[in-house]
């Protein structure tokens, strides 16, 4: 990282340990005020000329592995990835851009699970599930595939729905429309699928280094037969398993820049942070799977963000189609 991108990286861990609390967020959705701490630091990737900081990606990458490290319940994932379809537009909507820049929270509803939405005269109906912060979101943007629109939320024709799942830090929610009146941007680029996937694959690197750094912290404190178990060659040996995978990870979360490479990313995080966080529940024993111990989460932030934009196996089967075309 550039000392820049440094800085950065330290503020956001600075501001989290000091006022990240994920067991009062998991009940709200998540912390205004840590929200607007968030968007002043300047991590949302909006240009100057459209009121933001002129952050890159990288730098809503760098934020967002801090996120995951913390399971900290944030809109960045869900606002970074509407600003960047918004930019994706031929005119980029200022307005909401604007909007988006001063901290409201805004989300991309997108079928990338195999729904369908259809437009009729400018008004859309169909359902939506697991849109990320779509219950709460003030900035509504959805995509047929084609065309991108923005529509007014909670108007007559839009239904929102917090969808409760197993990763209780992850607030997703179903939307449904019934020919509910849209706006539309501009044409839908496909591209904004690898850049919810780079996002989210920066956000399980930093899930699975937290999971692995505190396995070996729990490791040097528990004791069994006279000394801490992490002197034990076996348990040394799975760490430094652990450890090869989250650097992996790593690299390939900072590859990504095709949809090739975006779904190799999606693959091999998103195993990469399974077997890390199942290895986390396994070596720190029975208080893993108490609901005291954190660990239990970072298990099913793992399994969900593992579902989220597609399975692993849903990406496997797109990289066997791009290979044979």
Known sequence: MTPEQQALQDAVRS????????????????????????????????????????????????????????????????????????????????????????????????????THITEATDHLTGTLRYVLEGDLAEILLVTDGHHLYELTPDQPGVTR??????????????????????TRLGPWDPKIRTAAVAALAAEQ???????????????????????????????????????????????AAGAVTDETSAAVAKVYCSEALFQVAAEMVQLHGGIAITWEHDAHLYFKRAHGSRQLFGGPRDHLERLSRIAHE
């Open 161 to 182: 729905e917090h969808t409760p799942t197993m990763d209780q830090t992850r607030r997703l929610a179903t939307i449904t429309l019934d020919n509910a009146p849209a």
């Open 15 to 114: 501001l989290l340990t000091k006022h990240s609390n994920v067991r009062e967020a998991m009940e709200t959705g998540y912390d205004k005020n840590l929200w607007a701490r968030l968007t002043d630091i300047g991590v949302l990737p909006i240009p100057e000329e459209y009121g933001g900081s002129g952050a890159t990606t990288e730098e809503t990458h760098i934020a967002l592995e801090e996120l995951g490290r913390t399971l900290t319940p944030s809109p960045l994932l869900a606002t970074a990835i509407a600003a960047q379809a918004l930019l994706s537009t031929p005119t980029p909507e200022r307005r909401l851009l604007k909007k988006i820049a001063d901290g409201a929270v805004a989300t991309l509803a997108w079928p990338w699970d195999n």
């Open 205 to 251: 690197v930093g899930t699975a280094a937290k999971a692995l750094e505190l396995t070996v912290e729990h490791t040097k404190t528990r004791v069994q037969f006279g000394k801490p178990i992490g002197q034990f060659q076996a348990l040394k040996h799975r760490m430094a398993d652990m450890h090869v995978l989250v650097e992996t990870a790593r690299s």
